[in-house]
């Protein structure tokens, strides 16, 4: 037997467990670096099938590392399995969490036959913004000695290389002074007020940023009662740009449209996050082309897609881990339209028997990448010329 066929006989003999993991996952939806129940499950599959696991490791208690073969080119899987706030799985990570355990597990059966091992990385809190779980497991040393790493991520449709930019997230919080709004507004410090200055400020930046350029946030503080003014205001807001390097230019712009609106007011500013933020996607082309290979073979199709091809999509951590070794994160498409990620809609979505779908051909897609990069002279030497 081939090892494409080994890998596939041996994801399919899992296939309906794991997609009971992925609709588990689903229905017991976690936020970010609280994905205990997630993470357990998820190292227990791994453990089952003779991984050996390691679970909170980078002193991060819902990351792990799970790892199985022993040859010389070691390929990291990445899983997320965190969920959005009040809209459940609306980003389908488990469908990214039950693909890459099976690819893990399919890859892993002919791993010493081919010279691979293999590693899931447990990756938290992917949609946090900021000091996100791969930013934080790449400076701890979570993905030392891999040559290379993939994921697969839901989306509406199959997409090779989407276009995901760099974001920084930031808390930006205004004190200022309470008093009677009415009977002595004059003695009050209204941070309220800062913050529309700072949101009229950034709406007038607009104009004047480049096309790729986002910035978007919440108010999660406007205040306590109409009646007095308020003294304590806070937002949340993302600064995106195509690269890393742009977004040291234009994040500065967005902090001084904030610093207007404590300068109007007298209101003191302070700003939090926003240091450790998420790099633009760098994707391999070879792998890209071995993923688009083995997608294909299993009847997957990557339509033109016009704009949406070069249109800024969303950003993820994986970006960082694409700049410090060669990566993919092809989108798998799960047929939601007009649904699109973070929608309730598409939360509906990621348990379909189209999501189902995705989550099996995105495994076995991987799983076959890992073997023809295993298998490949030139690419082995490439990735293994790194170390
Ligand atoms: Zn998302
Ligand atoms: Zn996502």
Redesign the pocket.
């Known amino acids: 037997m081939d090892t494409k066929t080994a890998a596939r006989e041996r994801f399919e003999s899992v296939q309906d467990r794991l997609t009971e993991l992925s609709h588990r996952i689903h229905s017991h939806p976690e936020l970010g670096f609280e994905e205990e129940q997630a993470s357990t499950w998820l190292c227990e599959s791994l453990a089952d099938a003779g991984f050996s696991v390691r679970k909170g490791v980078c002193h991060l208690p819902t990351a792990f590392l799970a790892r199985a073969g022993s040859g010389p080119l070691h390929v990291g899987i990445c899983a997320?399995y965190d969920c959005l706030p009040g809209i459940g799985h609306a980003?389908?990570?488990n469908i990214?969490a039950a693909s890459a355990v099976g690819a893990a597990l399919a890859a892993a059966q002919v791993a010493d036959d081919v010279g691979l091992t293999v590693s899931v990385i447990g990756t938290p809190a992917?949609?946090v913004g900021n000091a996100s779980g791969k930013i934080l497991l790449l400076e701890r040393g979570a993905f030392e000695g891999i040559h290379a790493a993939m994921m697969v991520?839901p989306a509406p449709f199959d997409m090779l290389r989407a276009k995901i930019i760099a974001a920084s997230m930031f808390e930006v919080h205004y004190t200022g002074k309470e008093s009677h709004a009415s009977a002595f507004p004059e003695l009050g410090v209204n941070a309220a007020d800062a913050l529309t200055v700072a949101q009229t400020a950034l709406g007038l930046l607009r104009q004047h940023i480049r096309s790729a350029d986002r910035i978007h946030g919440i108010v999660t503080n406007g205040g306590a009662a109409p009646n007095v003014v308020p003294a304590h205001t806070s937002a949340r807001y993302i600064v995106r740009s195509e690269t890393l390097e742009q977004l040291t230019d234009l994040r500065p712009r967005v902090y001084r449209c904030f610093e207007a609106g404590a300068l109007a007011t007298g209101s003191k500013m302070e700003i939090t996050g926003g240091d450790k933020p998420y790099a633009e996607m760098r994707h391999d082309e070879a792998m890209a082309r071995l993923y688009r290979r083995n997608s294909e073979s299993l009847g997957r199709t990557f339509p033109n897609l016009g704009e949406w091809e070069t249109r800024p999509t969303?950003s993820?951590d994986m970006g960082n881990v694409s700049l410090a070794m060669p990566s993919i994160h092809p989108m798998i498409g799960i047929h939601s339209l007009p649904a699109v990620?973070h929608q309730p809609e598409f939360t509906a979505h990621c348990v379909t028997s189209h999501a189902d779908e995705a989550l099996a051909d995105g495994a076995l897609a991987m799983a076959w990448t890992c073997i023809d990069m295993a298998t490949d002279q030139t690419m082995r030497d490439r990735l293994m010329a790194r170390s």
């Open positions: 997320e980003c389908g990570h990214i992917e949609e991520h969303g993820t990620n």
